[in-house]
């Protein structure tokens, strides 16, 4: 088999290193950007604490809560909307690599029916079947986080979110709880593993024959 031919699975390989890296770039940006919302939270959190000398003076503490909410939901919004539309841009690459990935799955679905007679395809099959499963486990991680991530943004856009609701939902926002860094290491290197065992069978090192008819099936 050509060595063109695995290229296909090489290229989407490193697309998906490339969609982790973007989205690891927008969302440190991000963070960055609503560090100053946050620290108004804190001292808004923080204004029925001790004042000292300060405590004598009239309507101070309503005043400086109207001061700093004014200021928090001026920020707000703003703070999140560039990188909400950066993430949304990315999410097109998603697309496809969710197409990819399901073009894969049909290569793979293909292979079993035609091959059903030859054992020596089982492991060939079971290796598309394993990269298949690794992409689509971390795919789905990046899904339920950008779903968060709309429905923060959406929530935070129309307005009338409680304070305490807010600090939970940039907290969300920060840590991702989605995304996994030790499972998305693990995966990421499994799916490292299986297109090893992959690549030897293309460059004939396994003692498994690549049929005719994959050739005719389209990644």
């Given amino acids: 088999m050509a060595g063109a031919d695995f290229e296909a699975f090489e290229d989407l390989r490193e697309s998906l290193d490339t969609f982790i ?3 690891s770039k927008i969302q440190r940006n991000s963070v960055k950007s609503i560090q100053a919302v946050t620290n108004t939270l804190v001292q808004i959190e923080h204004i029925d604490g001790p004042l000292g000398k300060l405590e004598g003076l009239q309507n101070i503490r309503e ?19 560039a990188s909400i539309k950066e993430f949304t841009k990315l999410m097109k690459m998603f697309e496809t690599l969710r197409h990819r990935t399901s073009s894969l799955q049909t290569i793979t679905e293909t292979l079993r029916e035609e091959g059903v007679e030859d054992k020596k395809l089982d492991s060939l099959v079971g290796f598309l079947d394993l990269i298949v499963l ?54 990421m290197k499994d799916l490292d593993e299986h297109f090893d065992l992959l690549r030897d069978i293309f460059q004939g090192k396994t003692g498994i024959q690549l049929p005719d008819f994959y050739r005719k099936v389209s990644f």
Wanted: without cysteine; charged residues 30%.
């Fill in 21 to 23: 890296e973007r989205w």
């Fill in 63 to 81: 005043n400086a809560r109207g001061k700093l909410l004014v200021n928090l939901f001026d920020k707000l919004v703003p703070a999140l909307e």
């Fill in 134 to 187: 690794s992409i689509q486990d971390i795919l789905d991680m990046f899904e339920s986080e950008w779903l968060i991530k709309a429905t923060i943004f959406r929530d935070l856009e129309e307005g009338g979110v409680e304070l305490g609701v807010i600090t939970n939902y940039l907290t969300m926002w920060s840590v991702e709880p989605n995304i996994e860094p030790h499972a998305l290491e693990k995966l």
